[in-house]
């Protein structure tokens, strides 16, 4: 049999259940909140590299790092690169003017193009360009080494150098992205 209880005492015992399934329930969001934040910033696959002071963060299968006020996204980070020895100016060189591209590899010059023009905005426009004496094929402006100009072609051994304002990437074609990279590496103070 079932023992009687008085009106006032079930309102009590059904209170008394509603509060404490209120408090669990808050306790349980509030923690799975604070862990998923602390999760999402600490394991969730997110890799950080620091180098020279810099830190680069890896998303989306880019390495992004803040350099000034611009931020940059490589698909290496300065570590799975080579240095550069030679000079090449600096990133200052290229604000607020053109930038012309001569590629023999689309995706070593999106790399460079992204950088400097669509990501954020240093250079006033970039566009493809022929160097004088050389054979182009297509209908692009002739250039000089007085302009800002970068020239992207393939061949057997590895070397970014600067002649005047003209920067030649050259490599196999599987590196020259990484060139490309270690090049705004080189430009941006980070090596």
Same mark, same amino acid.
């Given at each position: 049999?079932?023992? &009687?209880?008085?009106?006032?005492?079930? +309102?009590?015992?059904?209170?008394?259940?509603?509060?404490? %399934?209120?408090?669990?329930?808050?306790? %349980?969001?509030?923690? *799975?909140?604070?862990? !998923?934040?602390? @999760?999402?910033?600490?394991?969730?696959?997110?890799?950080?590299?620091?180098?020279?002071?810099? $830190?680069?963060?890896? +998303? /989306?299968? &880019?390495?992004?790092?803040? %350099?000034?006020?611009?931020?940059? /996204?490589?698909? !290496?980070?300065?570590?799975?690169? @080579?240095?550069?020895? /030679?000079?090449?100016? &600096?990133? /200052?060189? !290229?604000?607020?003017?053109?930038? !012309?591209?001569s590629s023999e590899n689309s995706e070593a010059e999106s790399e460079i193009y992204n950088n400097l023009f669509v990501q954020n905005k240093i250079v006033q426009?970039?566009?493809?360009? #022929? &160097?004088?004496?050389?054979? #182009?094929?297509?209908?692009?402006?002739?250039?000089?080494?007085?302009?800002?100009?970068?020239?992207?072609?393939?061949?057997?051994? *590895?070397?970014?150098?600067?002649?005047?304002? #003209? %920067?030649?990437?050259?490599? $196999?074609?599987?590196d020259l992205v990484s060139l490309s990279d270690s090049f705004l590496f080189k430009i941006t103070g980070i090596q």
């Amino acid at each position: 049999m079932r023992r &009687l209880i008085s009106r006032a005492e079930e +309102e009590k015992k059904k209170r008394r259940n509603q509060i404490l %399934v209120g408090v669990v329930l808050i306790f %349980v969001m509030f923690f *799975s909140v604070i862990g !998923y934040s602390l @999760g999402n910033f600490q394991t969730s696959g997110t890799a950080i590299v620091n180098y020279n002071g810099f $830190k680069f963060t890896q +998303e /989306s299968n &880019l390495w992004k790092v803040n %350099v000034g006020s611009f931020q940059f /996204s490589f698909k !290496y980070n300065p570590n799975q690169v @080579g240095k550069i020895s /030679s000079t090449l100016n &600096l990133l /200052s060189n !290229y604000q607020d003017k053109p930038l !012309y591209f001569s590629s023999e590899n689309s995706e070593a010059e999106s790399e460079i193009y992204n950088n400097l023009f669509v990501q954020n905005k240093i250079v006033q426009r970039a566009q493809p360009a #022929c &160097l004088s004496g050389e054979k #182009c094929s297509g209908n692009y402006p002739i250039k000089t080494c007085d302009d800002n100009f970068i020239i992207i072609k393939e061949g057997n051994s *590895s070397n970014v150098r600067q002649d005047k304002n #003209c %920067v030649f990437i050259e490599g $196999k074609t599987e590196d020259l992205v990484s060139l490309s990279d270690s090049f705004l590496f080189k430009i941006t103070g980070i090596q």
